[in-house]
C-alpha cells in the first residue's frame, strides 16, 4: 500500500471516521454519494507532488479544529464531482 494513501487512511481512523462512510452532494436535484475512501483513491491517482499536497492539506484540517475533516473531504468531494461534470459537458 502507498505510504501516503497508508498515512490518509490512518488518519481518518485516528479520528474515529469509518473510510466507507459517505458524504452526500445535491447535484442539481440528483444525490450523488462519495466515500471518503474514494475520495483518498481518487486523489492518490495524482502526481506524487499533488498527493503530499492531499496529505498535508488533511493534516491542517485535522489540526484546525474550526474547519474539521469532515468540510475537508466535503470540499475535496466538491471538487471531484465539479472536474468530473466539467469534463462530462466538454465537447
Same mark, same amino acid.
Given at each position: 500500500? @502507498? ?8 488518519? *481518518?481512523?485516528? !479520528?474515529? /471516521?469509518?473510510? /466507507?462512510?459517505? /458524504? @452526500? %452532494? ?11 475512501? #474514494?475520495?483518498?483513491?481518487? #486523489?492518490?491517482?495524482?502526481?506524487? !507532488?499533488?498527493? +503530499?499536497? %492531499?496529505?498535508?492539506?488533511? $493534516?491542517?484540517?485535522? @489540526?484546525? $479544529?474550526?474547519?474539521?475533516? !469532515? $468540510? %475537508? %473531504?466535503?470540499?475535496?468531494?466538491? +471538487? *471531484? *464531482?465539479?472536474?468530473? *461534470?466539467? @469534463?462530462?459537458?466538454? #465537447?
Amino acid at each position: 500500500m @502507498d505510504a501516503i494513501r497508508q498515512e490518509c487512511m490512518k488518519i *481518518l481512523q485516528n !479520528e474515529g /471516521i469509518n473510510p /466507507i462512510s459517505s /458524504i @452526500d %452532494f445535491d447535484v442539481n436535484g440528483a444525490v450523488h454519494s462519495l466515500t471518503f475512501e #474514494y475520495i483518498i483513491e481518487t #486523489y492518490m491517482q495524482a502526481s506524487e !507532488e499533488s498527493r +503530499l499536497v %492531499f496529505l498535508t492539506a488533511l $493534516k491542517k484540517a485535522v @489540526d484546525a $479544529k474550526e474547519m474539521g475533516i !469532515e $468540510k %475537508f %473531504f466535503e470540499g475535496m468531494g466538491q +471538487l *471531484l *464531482l465539479m472536474t468530473h *461534470l466539467s @469534463d462530462k459537458f466538454q #465537447y
